[in-house]
């Protein structure tokens, strides 16, 4: 007599298999990452006259401003990697006048950054003790620790768009690209614009000999007010004069960013390059060399 096994377990734990992989697929379907479509690619200018004319525009309505955060600085010392986090404050006021302090090892002005008219600085007070400054007009256009003021001006929103004669526009991507070239023809700086809003994003700096002396990246964008946008994410990396290793990076982000007014008296404090004394090492800078002077 045949026995008859009763399937109707197997069949149920079959059915519960089932459902249960099902249920798994569905979960799994359900976190995968949506499907995005890529980004179209939107015309750019057709000239430089245009492209140049926006930034003329954007440069006008950029005012006085103050603002707050917090300044990541890697750099080296003695040969040595270092890393500082603290607390800054910028005041800007366009075109030529940006000062930042920067709280370092408890010192509220560790860390001085300025420029003017006609000169830019550098003052480092914990441990290094040294002093740095130069005047513009004795620089090449894009050499050594020049690059650092210059650029912070230039992701403000102050970018020098004169000479029209020396830019050329070619596209990248979602970019527009405008390079700028010495009388001598050489590559001097390339800013990278979205065509999406037509903001700066990227502003490369070159060396005499054509290398990428200094980087500046620009992210998150404030409208401090109508059409005055500044960003509050500011990244720059300076090269070495061969474009090899990093010497030193700063990245800041800015918590707060809000129109400012200055009175003579308060210009004139800020905007002033600081005495020498009390620091132990200072340097002028000439064509991007530093060069030692008596204290």
């Given at each position: ?278 620091y132990k090492q200072i340097y002028r800078i000439i064509n991007g060399r530093m060069i030692e002077q008596p204290k």
């Amino acid at each position: 007599m045949l026995k008859i096994q009763n399937s109707k377990p197997k069949i149920s734990r079959r059915l519960n298999l089932y459902f249960a992989w099902s249920i798994l697929l569905l979960i799994v379907a359900g976190c995968a990452p949506e499907k995005r479509e890529p980004e179209p690619v939107l015309p750019g200018k057709k000239s430089v006259a245009e492209a140049l004319s926006v930034l003329r525009s954007r440069s006008q309505h950029t005012g006085p401003l103050k603002g707050n955060g917090q300044c990541l600085w890697r750099y080296y010392s003695n040969g040595k990697p270092r890393t500082e986090n603290f607390a800054v404050k910028i005041w800007v006021n366009p075109p030529t006048e940006v000062y930042l302090q920067g709280d370092v090892a408890f010192n509220p002005r560790g860390l001085v950054l300025g420029s003017n008219a006609s000169e830019f600085w550098l003052l480092i007070k914990p441990e290094v003790g040294s002093y740095s400054w130069g005047k513009w007009s004795e620089q090449d256009s894009s050499s050594g620790l020049m690059v650092v003021p210059k650029s912070l001006d230039e992701a403000l929103g102050i970018v020098e768009v004169a000479d029209e004669k020396s830019w050329s526009l070619s596209g990248e991507g979602a970019f527009d690209v405008l390079v700028r070239r010495s009388d001598k023809g050489r590559i001097v700086k390339k800013i990278y614009i979205h065509r999406r809003d037509y903001l700066v994003r990227r502003i490369v700096y070159f060396d005499v000999n054509g290398k990428v002396v200094a980087v500046a990246e620009l992210d998150k964008y404030k409208e401090v007010s109508k059409e005055f946008f500044v960003p509050t994410v500011i990244g720059i990396v300076m090269h070495g004069g061969d474009g090899g290793d990093n010497l030193a990076s700063i990245k800041l982000n800015l918590a707060s960013v809000k129109p400012e007014s200055f009175t003579e008296k308060r210009r004139n404090i800020l905007f002033t390059r600081p005495e020498t004394k009390g620091y132990k090492q200072i340097y002028r800078i000439i064509n991007g060399r530093m060069i030692e002077q008596p204290k």
